[in-house]
């Protein structure tokens, strides 16, 4: 199938889908955009004339940050017609897909909130320790510290309720402010 005909499919399945609506750019794969921010990609199935390839897309960024998220693909006889393709749309992608982009949507929401909680411990710890430098990383960020002969890292992770602190040559007094402080910020 050429992309004029992928196009034009997915303008008429979209007629056919309730909620959805073509997205067609030139020179990018034709989107079925639909409700709670479904989106779906049509693409020709490669050495097989007439047939499509459905992909349920998560959030960009999600499938790094959740690596087990289940695909979503079907492929369908396009040159069956629109009301075929959005007939096996409807019965075999959509259900499921729905289900885990909005579970997907939730993990998001609650991992922002995670990022929020941490990078105010990392923010604390900065203030708390001039010149420490900050290493953020997929789910931990390392804080990083020297203050004369005593230095430290913190690795925070997650919602920064799991923080593990690593203080290397300093005297009692300093880890015990260290602690104390972050211990009052966050209580």
């Known amino acids: 199938m050429e992309t004029a005909d992928i196009d034009d499919l997915v303008t008429k399945v979209a007629e056919q889908l309730e909620g959805f609506r073509p997205l067609i750019r030139p020179g990018h794969p034709a989107y079925l955009i639909g409700p709670d921010e479904a ?11 007439g047939r499509v390839i459905v992909l349920g897309v ?14 979503h693909q079907i492929t369908v ?27 997907c949507r939730e993990r998001l929401r609650g991992r922002t909130a995670e990022n929020i909680v941490r990078a105010d411990l990392v923010e604390t710890l900065q203030t ?10 997929q789910r931990e960020t390392v804080v990083r510290w020297r203050c004369g002969m005593a230095s430290g890292s913190f690795a925070v992770y ?12 300093a005297d009692r007094e300093l880890t015990e402010r260290l602690a104390y402080a972050i211990h009052q910020r966050f209580s």
């Not at 989106?39 to 004339?49: S, T």
């Not at 997650?158 to 040559?169: H, N, Y």
């Open 77 to 103: 006889t396009a040159s069956r017609g629109a009301e075929h393709v959005a007939r096996k749309i409807a019965r075999r992608l959509l259900p499921g897909y729905l289900r885990d982009l909005a579970a």
């Open 158 to 169: 997650g919602d920064g309720a799991s923080t593990l602190i690593e203080v290397r040559m």
């Open 39 to 49: 989106r779906l990609v049509v693409y020709p199935l490669w050495r097989q004339e």
């Open 128 to 137: 708390l320790l001039p010149g420490a430098t900050a290493n953020e990383k």
């Open 58 to 71: 998560y959030p960009d960024g999600s499938g790094a940050l959740f690596p087990d998220l289940r695909r």
